[in-house]
């Protein structure tokens, strides 16, 4: 067996359910520690919701090289029934050129591709002109309050210097490389109540239904075009998750209606000038209302050039494809590394499977994926040393 699969078997052994790592961070650093890292913890939370982090780098002998982070998360959502799986959600296991376990795509599988491509790097390469570190946490699945954002904000403290990072999600549509995230959409959530005035259903004129006056709000709110995107973006996207009013009985009209709802954003628009657009929206239809609104992350893009460009010719060269660029997809913990880093992608194996019951990877993708992280790192350092030889 290799030492990459000998690796990621044994993370996704590891029964790491958001927030728990199960160790899985120090399985990371006793492969980092033997080249030299030196290691941090950064902990947040207590007991069952303890959220660890780890913050590991090796420097280069020049100070002034630049640095690629390889960030990434040990924790991995809920296995669904247990029934419905294939074999042991926990148990690595292979069949037909697959590995199945929870984590397999996301993202125990990239964790041990960068690892390892990190261990050949040092292996092939002489006084290299890169610092490279490394930023997992336990706490991308969950709330993702106590994880990633928590060491940017101390590593921003400290006024340390990121140059590139690379974030390890599955982005791939059908096999590594074919796609890179080189920005993601920002997320704006509202929860939204509206006042009325509860009554008995058989004497409307006593009463004001919430429902019925935010109706015509409503309808104003889902066919505004918020912006038409640009050549990176789609449009923004408001979308309602969840309306919720009344008491239960048939005959009680609610006294209020409670709605949440979410923005999907991207540059072309801002957090504040979208609140502005929905307030004014609300208050033209004369509504009785509290709004909590709750910024999950900003949009960040990373044009085309540098890491991107390193990265594309890494995909090129190992996987014989180019990878098409897209911002499209949830939110990731590039959200709040980009406020550190200028330049942020995202490029792991296919996302057909995750979160899915009988999740998997196919190994081919494993060992293409390792060989373009390597490939990265050898062209950053070039990179690297091409600026401070410039310099």
């Known amino acids: 067996m290799s030492n990459l699969l000998a690796l990621t078997e044994r993370l996704l052994s590891q029964v790491s359910l958001t927030p728990n790592d199960a160790d899985c961070q120090k399985i990371l650093m006793e492969e980092l520690a033997p080249l030299g890292f030196k290691e941090e913890w950064i902990y947040d939370g207590e007991g069952a919701e303890l959220v660890t982090n780890l913050w590991a780098i090796k420097k280069s002998s020049n100070p002034t090289a630049k640095t690629l982070v390889f960030a990434g998360h040990t924790d991995v959502v809920p296995t669904g029934p247990l029934a419905k799986w294939d074999s042991d959600p926990f148990t690595p296991t292979y069949k037909n050129g697959f590995l199945f376990a929870r984590g397999a795509s996301d993202m125990k599988s990239s964790l041990a591709a960068m690892v390892i491509a990190t261990q050949q790097f040092y292996a092939n390469t002489k006084s290299p002109d890169l610092n490279i570190a490394f930023l997992i946490t336990s706490d991308e699945e969950g709330p993702a309050t106590g994880g990633t954002v928590k060491v940017c904000e101390l590593l921003k403290s400290r006024s340390e210097k990121l140059d590139w990072c690379i974030v390890g999600e599955p982005t791939a549509v059908e096999k590594t490389g074919d796609m890179i995230k080189n920005g993601r959409r920002g997320t704006l959530s509202g929860k939204l109540v509206i006042k009325g005035v509860q009554g008995h259903i058989a004497y409307p004129q006593l009463a004001r239904n919430p429902i019925h006056q935010f109706a015509p709000a409503l309808q104003e709110l889902v066919q505004t075009q918020w912006d038409q995107g640009n050549e990176y973006f789609q449009p923004t996207s408001w979308q309602v998750s969840n309306i919720h009013a009344g008491t239960g009985a048939s005959n009680v009209i609610p006294g209020d209606c409670t709605v949440d709802f979410?923005?999907?954003?991207?540059?072309?628009?801002?957090?504040?000038?979208?609140?502005?657009?929905?307030?004014?929206?609300?208050?033209?239809?004369?509504?009785?209302?509290?709004?909590?609104?709750?910024?999950?992350?900003?949009?960040?893009?990373?044009?085309?050039?540098?890491?991107?460009?390193?990265?594309?010719?890494a995909v090129r060269e190992v996987c014989h494809i180019t990878p098409q660029l897209s911002t499209t997809g949830g939110t990731s913990d590039g959200r709040f590394i980009s406020t550190i880093c200028p330049e942020v992608i995202e490029l792991g194996p296919p996302n057909a499977t995750i979160h899915k019951i009988n999740e998997c990877v196919a190994v081919n993708d494993l060992e293409h994926l390792k060989n373009v992280y390597l490939k990265t790192l050898e062209l950053l350092n070039v990179t690297s040393g091409s600026t401070l030889a410039k310099k």
């Open 262 to 313: 979410n923005f999907r954003f991207c540059t072309e628009s801002s957090a504040e000038s979208l609140q502005s657009r929905v307030h004014t929206i609300l208050d033209r239809h004369s509504l009785e209302y509290d709004l909590k609104w709750t910024l999950g992350g900003m949009p960040f893009l990373t044009p085309e050039g540098g890491l991107v460009e390193a990265v594309r010719s």
